[in-house]
């Protein structure tokens, strides 16, 4: 018997000891079932709520999107175009017999062409409280009408200050108070493995936000295949399509770090965002209307390597390629100053000046850096033989309104 009272003494002081632990939670519990038959609420809401409230408030990319979402807006464009309208009676204005019956009068009379409307959409963010709107300069190609879309309902006339197409970038300006700004970050700081939350309206789905992380940096649009583009990307898993172009890269902060650019339609599972650094070095320049100039050579090329010198070689083109290092000329533009200078398909660029050339990048900087106008000293080797050619650059042409 002593034992057993032993034992239940235990017993009871391991259940004392418990309930010091659970009481607070069991006494929460009762008095939510408390206020549930009261009030008529599910058991449990106020925990919940307040679980909920609780992660929101640790969620940084709600935090980040409250941050930008007003400056993000909508753009809509809208260009006249025209083309060559074929009549029913287009084949009898060429008979002699139906030109005499009908006279020439008739059939110039006739409508050679119409117009027609075409309507595109994207996306951009507000960077000052003037008006200043960034987006890509591909959303407002050639646009007549711009209309500018903000997230509060608002809807202004957007007039197109500056466009630099060969770093796609625009500047819409817009008139009106009360304008929310997008903080912009540091996109020279960006790291590979950094949150990546973009915004826009892909798709026609406005406000818009997708999540991932940047993926790598500084990748070259000669890299992606876009031979007529000079930027460095931040490319990203976070989804950007069609709609997302002009609109934001956001830090965790909810700082902008790019712009989104959806260029690649054939990109599956990246996407590639413009640095904002990029924009800012010619925001001002931009809004003024100048023209960007940018240095250009006329040829396309990508990095060699074993794989790309054999697959070269394969082609039955009759150019043979013994270099697996350096840059493989694929294309040389006519009448540029790469064919002037004697450049040609199949050369591999070794050096330009005194840089040694190891890729695509290489080539695409040293060309930008040299500037317009200037003298290029290009060794290259050719059917195993090194030659030297001057190159001089040209302008490539990049408008502004």
Same mark, same amino acid.
């Given at each position: 018997?002593?034992?057993?009272?032993?034992?239940?003494?235990?017993?009871?002081?391991?259940?004392?000891?418990?309930?010091?632990?659970?009481?607070?939670?069991?006494?929460?519990?009762?008095?939510?079932?408390?206020?549930?038959?009261?009030?008529?609420?599910?058991?449990?809401?106020?925990? =919940?709520?307040?679980?909920?409230?609780?992660?929101?408030?640790?969620?940084?990319?709600?935090?980040?999107? !409250?941050?930008?979402?007003?400056?993000?807006?909508?753009?809509?464009?809208?260009?006249?175009?025209?083309?060559?309208?074929?009549?029913?009676?287009?084949?009898?204005?060429?008979?002699?017999?139906?030109?005499?019956?009908?006279?020439?009068?008739?059939?110039?009379?006739?409508?050679?062409?119409?117009?027609?409307?075409?309507?595109?959409?994207?996306?951009?963010?507000?960077?000052?409280?003037?008006?200043?709107?960034?987006?890509?300069?591909?959303?407002?190609?050639?646009?007549?009408?711009? &209309?500018?879309? +903000?997230?509060?309902?608002?809807?202004?006339?957007?007039?197109?200050?500056?466009? =630099?197409?060969?770093?796609?970038?625009?500047?819409? !300006?817009?008139?009106?108070?009360?304008?929310?700004?997008?903080?912009?970050?540091?996109?020279?700081?960006?790291?590979?493995?950094?949150?990546?939350?973009?915004?826009?309206?892909?798709?026609?789905?406005? &406000?818009?936000?997708?999540?991932?992380?940047? &993926?790598?940096?500084?990748?070259?649009?000669?890299?992606?295949?876009?031979?007529? !583009?000079?930027?460095?990307?931040?490319?990203?898993?976070?989804?950007?399509?069609?709609?997302?172009?002009?609109?934001? +890269?956001?830090? !965790?902060?909810?700082?902008?770090?790019?712009?989104?650019?959806?260029?690649?339609?054939?990109?599956?599972?990246?996407?590639?965002?413009?640095?904002?650094?990029?924009?800012?070095?010619?925001?001002?320049? +931009?809004?003024?209307?100048?023209?960007?100039?940018?240095?250009?050579?006329?040829?396309?090329?990508?990095?060699?390597?074993?794989?790309?010198?054999?697959?070269?070689?394969?082609?039955?083109?009759?150019?043979?390629?013994?270099?697996? &290092?350096?840059?493989?000329?694929?294309?040389?533009?006519? =009448?540029?100053?790469?064919?002037?200078?004697?450049?040609?398909?199949?050369?591999?660029?070794?050096?330009?000046?005194?840089?040694?050339?190891?890729?695509?990048?290489?080539?695409?900087?040293?060309?930008?850096?040299?500037?317009?106008?200037?003298?290029?000293?290009?060794?290259?080797?050719?059917?195993?033989?090194?030659?030297?050619?001057?190159?001089?650059?040209?302008?490539?042409?990049?408008?502004?309104?």
């Amino acid at each position: 018997m002593g034992l057993m009272r032993s034992l239940a003494a235990l017993a009871l002081s391991i259940i004392v000891a418990c309930s010091s632990f659970i009481l607070p939670a069991a006494a929460r519990t009762h008095l939510t079932l408390a206020q549930s038959q009261a009030t008529g609420e599910p058991l449990f809401a106020n925990l =919940d709520a307040s679980a909920n409230q609780s992660a929101i408030a640790d969620n940084f990319v709600v935090r980040a999107v !409250k941050r930008v979402e007003p400056a993000v807006v909508r753009i809509d464009t809208e260009r006249t175009e025209t083309r060559q309208v074929r009549s029913p009676l287009s084949p009898f204005s060429r008979d002699p017999f139906f030109r005499d019956f009908f006279g020439d009068d008739f059939f110039s009379q006739m409508p050679q062409e119409e117009e027609y409307h075409t309507r595109g959409q994207g996306s951009g963010f507000i960077v000052d409280a003037s008006g200043i709107v960034v987006t890509n300069a591909h959303v407002v190609d050639r646009a007549d009408t711009v &209309s500018v879309h +903000l997230t509060d309902g608002r809807t202004f006339e957007g007039e197109v200050r500056g466009v =630099d197409e060969v770093q796609d970038l625009a500047i819409v !300006k817009i008139n009106g108070s009360n304008l929310p700004v997008a903080p912009v970050g540091d996109s020279d700081a960006v790291q590979v493995g950094d949150w990546a939350i973009a915004l826009g309206n892909p798709l026609g789905l406005d &406000s818009t936000v997708t999540l991932g992380i940047v &993926s790598t940096l500084d990748r070259s649009s000669a890299e992606v295949g876009i031979s007529d !583009k000079r930027l460095d990307f931040i490319q990203t898993d976070a989804a950007i399509n069609p709609g997302n172009s002009g609109g934001p +890269l956001l830090n !965790k902060n909810g700082e902008v770090i790019g712009i989104n650019t959806a260029i690649r339609a054939n990109a599956q599972g990246i996407g590639f965002a413009i640095p904002i650094a990029t924009e800012q070095a010619i925001q001002a320049r +931009l809004v003024r209307g100048e023209t960007i100039e940018h240095p250009y050579i006329g040829v396309n090329f990508v990095t060699l390597t074993p794989d790309v010198r054999d697959r070269f070689n394969s082609n039955p083109n009759g150019l043979f390629v013994e270099r697996d &290092s350096g840059v493989l000329v694929v294309q040389v533009v006519p =009448d540029s100053p790469a064919a002037a200078a004697g450049l040609r398909a199949g050369d591999a660029i070794v050096k330009i000046g005194r840089q040694e050339i190891a890729s695509a990048a290489d080539v695409q900087a040293a060309v930008e850096s040299a500037g317009v106008g200037r003298n290029l000293r290009v060794e290259v080797e050719r059917n195993g033989n090194s030659r030297v050619v001057q190159v001089r650059t040209t302008n490539l042409v990049s408008s502004s309104r």
